[in-house]
Nanobody
């Protein structure tokens, strides 16, 4: 069984930076693509970023391109989301997710079969 545990969320000012981490248990992490999603109050969960199993390919939502960077360390079973120039609209609960395959770098949540419990990011202006 895979468990994903996010950390690094918090309350920051607009324009600040924050790095989220997601630690995975189990032996499948290094062979699976990983993604980050977020859900703001009253809104549906939305795709943020994804990275393939080796870290060679990534994909981002248009709203975060140029500000967010996804990366992974397979030796540490951890995926990261570096966020800079944070905006009010980035306020949400951020979830990491493990994809069903190695190469999937899309935003369809149905392609992800394990999810973390989420970490709150609040950006104040």
């Amino acid at each position: 069984q895979v468990q994903l545990v996010e950390s690094g969320g918090g309350l920051v000012q607009a324009g600040d930076s924050l790095r989220l981490s997601c630690a995975a248990s189990g032996r499948t992490f290094s062979s699976r693509a990983m993604g980050w999603f977020r859900q703001a109050p009253g809104k549906e969960r939305e795709f943020v970023a994804t990275i393939n199993w080796r870290g060679g390919s990534t994909s981002y939502a248009d709203s975060v391109k140029g500000r967010f960077t996804i990366s992974r360390d397979n030796a540490k079973n951890t995926v990261y989301l570096q966020m800079i120039a944070l905006k009010d609209e980035d306020t949400a609960v951020y979830y990491c997710a493990m994809a069903r395959g190695s190469y999937y770098i899309g935003g369809d949540p149905r392609q992800y079969d394990y999810w973390g419990q989420g970490t709150q990011v609040t950006v104040s202006s």
